[in-house]
């Protein structure tokens, strides 16, 4: 049973590009996709992704902090100040469109967080992320 769910948005850009977050991270392969969404898997980890908006599902049984450390950890990427999913350079990190001047591995997930990092230059503006309805 899960006591916690909700959704948080990651965008992340390198040298001025966005790239896409995949699709069925923390979902167990074999994939079961239909249109981009991760519909099933052989099991599911707590912090998920279903498509390549960018959106982070947090379902949990209780209601520890998640950061996204955490979640690139579940990913199996890198994630530095200098270093995002090997992607080199300078890491600038945004929290609702604010300046997050910890480490980036600490930034909480919390429902409709919209969590902006950028690589290298040049700076991006971050994007705000409008959540579908009912997520």
Known sequence: MLK??????????YNGEQ???PYGIGIVKPHQVENGFVGGGQGF????THDATG??????P???VYTLGNFFNVWGQSLSERNVAGL?????????????????????????ARITLVVGAP?????WYEFPPGL
Do not use: C, K
Not at 55 to 60: A, V
Not at 123 to 127: E, G, N, S
């Open 62 to 64: 209780d209601e520890r």
């Open 19 to 21: 790239i896409a977050i």
């Open 88 to 112: 080199q350079g300078p890491v600038t990190a945004y929290v609702d469109g604010r300046p997050y001047m910890g480490n980036v591995r600490d930034i909480r997930l919390q429902s409709h």
């Open 45 to 48: 980890y707590w912090l998920h």
């Open 4 to 13: 916690t769910h909700f959704h948080a948005h990651l965008s992340l850009f």
């Open 123 to 127: 700076a991006v503006t971050p994007p």
């Open 55 to 60: 959106i982070i599902h947090i379902e949990s």
